[in-house]
Nanobody, 118 residues
């Protein structure tokens, strides 16, 4: 089992920055990624960014340039730095742990709400 706890969400104004954190605990493996998805009411959860244990990063095209994902392996924590936030970035942001080996599994955090006012 893997537990994920997000923090850092809140209410900001357009153009502001925010950093989300997600601490992972439990039995984690190096053949995995930690990442972020987001979801708004009535829409499917969409991929934002992910980072492998070795530091390879992956971004949704629409997030490139404004969002930066990083991780601290010693703390088993992933961060999402979000800059130039816009109202359309308003969503619940979910932390994801995706494991490739020894078996393919996904774990999710409970989410943290980011609200961007215009």
């Amino acid at each position: 089992q893997v537990q994920l706890v997000e923090s850092g969400g809140g209410l900001v104004q357009a153009g502001d920055s925010l950093r989300l954190s997600c601490a992972a605990s439990g039995r984690t493996f190096s053949s995995s990624t930690l990442g972020w998805f987001r979801q708004t009411a009535g829409k499917q959860r969409e991929f934002v960014a992910a980072i492998s244990w070795s530091g390879n990063t992956f971004y949704a095209d629409s997030m490139k340039g404004r969002f930066t994902i990083s991780r601290d392996n010693a703390k088993n924590t992933v961060y999402l730095q979000m800059n130039s936030l816009q109202p359309e970035d308003t969503a619940v942001y979910y932390c994801n742990y995706h494991q490739f080996l020894p078996n393919n599994m996904d774990y999710w955090g409970k989410g943290t709400l980011v609200t961007v006012s215009s």
